[in-house]
């Protein structure tokens, strides 16, 4: 199983998880077909969901957990 722990990736990283040079990935981000964020001219990075998508693996979510109110009372609006 691939464990995605990095939030970006470059084109090389992605072209390895895919089997592909970096070229056919900068070449599907121009072609629109992977989502990427331009940060200059010749720089891209793609989403972790994105390599999730076109890995075919769903990420999961951290659960929300409610944190406790630490003993503080609510204030009493009816007195």
């Not at 121009?30 to 769903?58: C, M, N, W």
């Amino acid at each position: 199983m691939i464990e995605l722990k990095k939030a970006f990736y470059s084109p090389t990283e992605v072209g390895d998880l895919l089997g592909v040079t970096s070229d056919t990935v900068l070449n599907y981000i121009h072609d629109k077909k992977v989502f990427a964020i331009q940060l200059s001219q010749r720089t891209y990075r793609i989403p972790q969901r994105e390599l999730a998508r076109l890995l075919g693996i769903s990420l999961t979510m951290p659960q929300v957990v409610e944190k406790p109110h630490g003993g503080r009372r609510s204030r009493d609006t009816d007195a």
